[in-house]
C-alpha cells in the first residue's frame, strides 16, 4: 500500500490558485511532520512548507504569504493551499512524512504535477 498519495495538480495560469492534497494510509501519520516539496525539471528537489503534529507550519521564503500548508488529522490529510501561483512554481510537487521529526522524510508521495502558464 502506497503511504501517501498526492492529488489536485494541474495547469493554471499565474496569479491561479491550486490546492494539493496528501492522502496518508493511516493514522499513524497524525503524529508525524509532514512536509511539501517540489522538483522542477532540469533542478534539485527542494523544500516548501513543513507542518508539524500539532499544527505549527514553516515555510520556504520563496512561497511564504502565498502557500499555506494544513493537516486535517481526522481524515489522514495534508493540503497545501497554493495562490497567486508564478511561473516559477512549476514543479512536481511531492509529500513527505518525517517520522522522527529529524529531517529524515522516510515516506514520500508519487507526485503531482502543477504547470504555471504566463
Known amino acids: 500500500q502506497v503511504p501517501l498519495v498526492e492529488s489536485g495538480g494541474g495547469l493554471v495560469q499565474a496569479g491561479g490558485s491550486l490546492r494539493l492534497s496528501c492522502a496518508a494510509s493511516?493514522?499513524?501519520?497524525?503524529?508525524?511532520?509532514m512536509g511539501w516539496f517540489r522538483q522542477a525539471p532540469g533542478k534539485e528537489r527542494e523544500f516548501v512548507a513543513v507542518i508539524t503534529g500539532i499544527g505549527r507550519a514553516y515555510y520556504d521564503d520563496s512561497v511564504k504569504g502565498r502557500f499555506t500548508i494544513s493537516r486535517d488529522n481526522a481524515n489522514e490529510m495534508v493540503y497545501l493551499q497554493m495562490n497567486s501561483l508564478k511561473p516559477e512554481d512549476t514543479a512536481i510537487y511531492y509529500c513527505?512524512?518525517?517520522?522522527?521529526?529529524?529531517?529524515?522524510?522516510?515516506?514520500w508521495g508519487q507526485g503531482t504535477q502543477v504547470t504555471v502558464s504566463s
Open positions: 493511516d493514522r499513524t501519520f497524525n503524529f508525524y511532520r
Open positions: 513527505a512524512a518525517d517520522p522522527k521529526s529529524d529531517g529524515a522524510y522516510g515516506y
